[in-house]
């Protein structure tokens, strides 16, 4: 690496960012262009909660801020906007504290007028009837709510009373809504043609409404209509539809207690969408087994108990009983309340604790049917066999999964599925593919199933029944070789899509993009790796399938090993590069009905902003978030290489310290994770809230460095060390940091590094781990809880990497645990934890500060009361983050050591401090 430059001369006189400065500085929210491109509204998030809604005209400075605004859309015309209003911080606390409900209010803008307007208390809105119309949904009361519908030009106004659930047509003037009256008066689907201000009702009864649904692109619509029966739970649905609304309209309807598909004991559930075929042919619903009522299963008991038993000697008396002094014991017993327990069986395919977690999806389970609407036929696409059905080419197949054959090696992270195509038509189901993983999808015709297997993607035929070698002839694997997990598969690059017609597949490489045609040979689009560029396609509409490669399509660009990125267009098999710079170029997008295209720019020393043109050459910077970063000293970054202890070649990125002086040499903090080189390019805010912060770390004084690192199956702990003693010397060879005051921070799996790495290597004068684990065999055995999973298959080929049990190799999981190389602490290492954490059981923490205590080991632990796996109470944050900087400052500077670092705190003098303890 070499010497930094100096920065210039002024930016020597700037002041570091401080504490008391943080409050004002901003962070740029996703932005939404109207459809003619004339406007972009943009949300901002400050520090100190002040939030803001900007809408900027694209093509002057013109700028509408809105205060605690979010949630901006534009009528399709782009002539309005509308936007929740939310409260102040202070304004919520308020409303909390009266038991009240916060609510937010709506902003309505005619921007070609200026005219502003504000409707209080909105819970919902969305401009239809082309965009002539607003409906505005007011905040329900049990369940149900009014719904005002204002004509964007007249100011007229409709109210409906009683809505349930509302809807408008795509790009057209009808709005459907379900209406609940109190018991069922009332009740029905009522239809509002905003263009005509006529309303008509299309279904009226008692009986709830649910799961309203307009195909797209049309008057077609379909909803549930519930009913009950009094043998069994729950309700059961008939399914309603109709087509044309905005011609001649045509009324359908689906009893199930008249089709014999539906069995009687079965029901329609409303807990799955409905789903119409694109050409609304056909509807796609859900039905499971309908649960008898508890009133009917006690009677047929009842009836039972009640058959005469021609042997019963209930009648007679054979004089005293022997066993009397039992019974009596057991009609003790039987008095007793059950006893509260769980039974846990090592056989379970899904523990206790994951079918708690899938409980509610375990009783919603049901099976997917479909509806003809022509020729009113219904038919079963899935039993108990099949799983995940999704609908796919526009409702002309559905795939469907099977991982029978592959549940034990499921159980440990190993998941593998049998791939099901079914014809909606016929109910056919045909095998696509056997022992895959992912991805894997259909084309937009429904004939060809693509899937990926051991680096190549192939095609299933379901007209000739045979599968298709897509990739066998591209000369390259798809298969992500660098991907560190012992995974029997490496995963693929990814797919973009079909081509027009199912012609082609496109899928990637590492850098480019391929087509991999159904006939022919395969064929690189794009040539990102002469260079080392990574090219993906970028989904400017996200409506625009199939993919059409005659109109050119639009990509984005990243550098590997500089970082750069951009955008380019591939047209006519050329790529032209349309911008690619030194900068995080992201959020590519484009306004829907005008060539007119926005992307955001950022570094870490470079406030992000959005830039907007009709072409990429004239695009213009339109918002300006943290207008006042020039006026403090900023740290810089660049890239620095290194190379792994298996000589890998790797980067990692250095962030220079506010006012850097190339004269002196500094302390360093290195912050861990996984790869972390992409954070050289993105601009950090400074917060008391974001504990793990390098612009607060480089106003402080510090050099950072956020390096890359590849893990060893196996050896993750041993690895990690060997990779940061490389890249921290590749520093030091530079000359800018003192090797003697370079400390550690990471936190989850970077906590777990900052536990072990320190006792490996004493390269490191300080260090921090932040809810990590110190022991992987008992974390191996513990559970995942915030997802009721066990750690076994997470520990075998996810983020630990250990490949096996530890009942196979426990050499490897003691040699990468910190608890089992205590001895080898020489660091002063301090310990967060949250004491609710339930992501790493911070027990994993007491294990380490247990043992360090034994070996009269330099351990300080940090325990957050009610905290999870990361801080979320503000106090906690800010006062994390202040001892992060009292730790380094101490250890890495030679500050003196704040009085929680140098003295024991007792008990009775914490209590004073924080409150009553756990």
């Known amino acids: 690496m070499s010497a930094a430059l100096a920065l210039p001369l002024h930016a020597q006189d700037q002041t570091p960012v401080q504490l008391e400065d943080y409050g004002q500085w901003e962070s740029l929210g996703s932005g939404t262009l109207s459809p003619n491109g004339e406007w972009l509204a943009v949300s901002i998030s400050r520090v100190n909660r002040e939030n803001e809604l900007r809408i900027h005209h694209t093509n002057s400075d013109s700028v509408i801020v809105v205060a605690y605004g979010a949630r901006p859309s534009f009528s399709e015309d782009g002539q309005w906007v509308a936007y929740a209003i939310g409260k ?58 009014a719904v005002i519908v204002r004509g964007l030009a007249t100011g007229d106004r409709v109210s409906f009373a009683g809505v349930d659930s509302w809807a408008w047509q795509d790009d057209g003037p009808l709005l459907a809504f379900t209406v609940h009256g109190a018991d069922g008066v009332g009740n029905g689907v009522q239809l509002y043609d905003a263009s005509q201000g006529r309303v008509s009702s299309l279904d009226s009864s008692e009986s709830k409404y649910a799961q309203l649904t307009w195909r797209e692109d049309s008057s077609d619509l379909a909803v549930l209509r519930a009913f009950e029966d009094e043998g069994h739970e729950d309700a059961g649905h008939v399914l309603l539809a109709w087509r044309d609304l905005a011609g001649a309209a045509t009324s359908f309807d689906l009893d199930p207690s008249g089709h014999e598909a539906i069995g009687l004991d079965d029901r329609i559930v409303a807990f799955r969408s409905l789903t119409w075929a694109e050409d609304g042919g056909s509807i796609f619903f859900g039905v499971k087994e309908w649960e008898l009522s508890e009133d009917d299963d006690d009677s047929e008991s009842d009836d039972a108990d009640s058959e005469d038993d021609p042997d019963s000697d209930d009648d007679l008396d054979d004089g005293p009983d022997d066993d009397s002094e039992e019974d009596d014991a057991a009609d003790e017993s039987d008095e007793l309340d059950p006893a509260e327990m769980e039974i846990w069986r090592s056989s379970d395919e899904r523990t206790l604790p994951t079918q708690k977690r899938d409980e509610r999806g375990d009783e919603r389970r049901n099976d997917l049917f479909v509806w003809h609407l022509d020729s009113a036929r219904t038919l079963r696409l899935t039993d108990e066999t099949l799983d995940r059905p999704r609908v796919v080419a526009d409702g002309q197949l559905v795939l469907a999964t099977n991982d029978d054959a592959y549940a034990f090696d499921g159980m440990f992270g190993r998941g593998r599925v049998d791939l099901y195509a079914i014809d909606p038509d016929t109910g056919e189901r045909q095998v696509a593919a056997e022992n895959i993983g992912s991805p894997n999808g259909a084309g937009h015709t429904g004939r060809y199933v693509h899937y990926y297997r051991g680096g190549h993607f192939y095609a299933f035929d379901r007209e000739r029944g045979s599968t298709i070698a897509l990739s066998a002839y591209a000369g390259v694997t798809f298969a992500n070789i660098a991907y560190d997990h012992p995974v029997p598969e490496l995963p693929s690059y990814g797919v973009s899509g079909w081509t027009d ?42 409506d625009a399938d199939p993919v059409n490669l005659d109109e050119g399509l639009y990509l984005t660009l990243r550098g590997k090993w500089t970082l750069h990125s951009g955008a380019a267009r591939l047209s006519g098999g050329r790529v032209e590069r349309l911008i690619y710079q030194d900068d995080n170029v992201a959020r590519l997008t484009k306004a829907e009905n005008a060539d007119v295209f926005a992307y955001v720019a950022q570094d870490f020393d470079d406030s992000p902003d959005y830039f907007v043109g009709g072409d990429f050459d004239d695009a213009h910077q339109v918002t300006h978030s943290n207008p006042f970063h020039g006026d403090y000293a900023w740290g810089r970054t660049e890239l620095i290489p290194y190379t792994n202890h298996n000589d890998v070649p790797l980067h990692g990125a250095l962030f220079y310290p506010a006012n850097y002086d190339p004269s002196l040499t500094y302390p360093m903090i290195v912050y861990i994770y996984e790869f972390r080189s992409q954070s050289a390019k993105q601009y950090s805010v400074p917060s008391h809230r974001s504990y793990y912060n390098p612009a607060v770390w480089t106003a402080e004084g510090y050099f950072v460095l956020q390096p890359d690192i590849i893990f060893d199956s196996r050896d993750p702990g041993v690895s990690s060390a060997k990779t940061l003693e490389r890249a921290v010397a590749a520093v030091v060879e530079a000359g800018v940091v003192d090797p003697e005051k370079v400390g550690l921070i990471g936190h989850s799996w970077g906590g777990y590094q900052a536990q072990f790495v320190p006792t490996f290597t004493d390269i490191f004068a300080a260090s921090v ?44 999981f003691m040699r990468n645990s910190a608890v089992f190389n205590i001895e080898s602490l020489n660091t002063p290492l301090l310990l967060e934890v949250g004491d609710s954490d339930q992501n790493v059981d911070w027990r994993q923490s007491i294990e380490l500060y247990n043992v360090a205590r034994r070996a009269d080991k330099p351990l300080t632990m940090l325990v957050y009361y009610g905290e999870d796996h990361g801080l979320r109470q503000e106090e906690n944050q800010a006062d994390y983050q202040r001892r992060i900087l009292d730790w380094f400052d101490h250890y890495l500077r030679g500050g003196e050591a704040a009085s929680w670092i140098a003295q024991e705190m007792p008990w ?5 401090i924080g409150g009553d303890g756990r």
């Open 769 to 812: 781990s932040g809810a990590g684990i110190s022991n992987l065999v008992t974390m191996y055995g513990s559970i995942f809880w915030v997802a009721g999973a066990p750690e076994s298959g997470h520990f075998e080929v996810g983020q630990e990497r250990m490949e096996v049990p530890y009942y196979v190799d426990p050499e490897a």
């Open 908 to 912: 009775l003098e914490q209590k004073e």
């Open 501 to 542: 017609g199912d012609a082609s597949l496109l899928v990637y490489d590492e850098f480019d993009v391929w087509e991999l045609p159904i006939e022919g040979a395969p064929r690189r689009l794009t040539d990102g790796r002469d260079e080392e560029i990574v090219h993906r396609i970028a989904r400017l509409d996200p």
């Open 88 to 145: 102040s911080e202070e304004e919520r606390e308020q409303i909390e504290e009266d038991d009240g409900e916060v609510r937010d209010d709506l902003g309505l803008v005619n921007l070609a007028t200026g005219e502003q307007s504000t409707i209080v208390e909105v819970q919902g809105f969305a401009f239809g009837g082309g965009g002539t119309h607003l409906a505005v949904a007011r905040y329900a009361t049990d369940s149900v709510r």
